[in-house]
């Protein structure tokens, strides 16, 4: 699945393209693009953003998070250490 934005009419026609003409894969056509893609997808080269901090600013800066709320707290208190 892809999640694209859509900022021209062009793109709005592509997704509708896309709608109109989808079709389910075949349980072949399936294992094949699994076969395929297996040894790439274990290894996460390619999937940055959930194998390393890479794109997680949030990482860098904690403190945009600001404090817990009461009910975090209640459920998760910080250990005094």
Do not use: C
């Not at 709608?19 to 349980?27: A, D, M, Q, R, S």
């Not at 390393?52 to 707290?73: C, E, K, M």
């Amino acid at each position: 699945m892809v999640i694209t934005g859509i900022d021209n009419q062009r793109i709005l026609n592509q997704a509708f393209d896309a709608v109109k003409t989808f079709h389910p894969l075949g349980e072949h056509e399936l294992a094949a693009i699994v076969a395929k893609t297996r040894q790439v997808v274990a290894e996460g080269k390619y999937e940055l953003f959930k194998t390393s901090s890479h794109f997680d600013t949030t990482a860098r800066h904690p403190d945009w998070l600001g404090d817990d709320n009461p009910g975090v707290q209640k459920l998760a208190p910080q250990r005094a250490g």
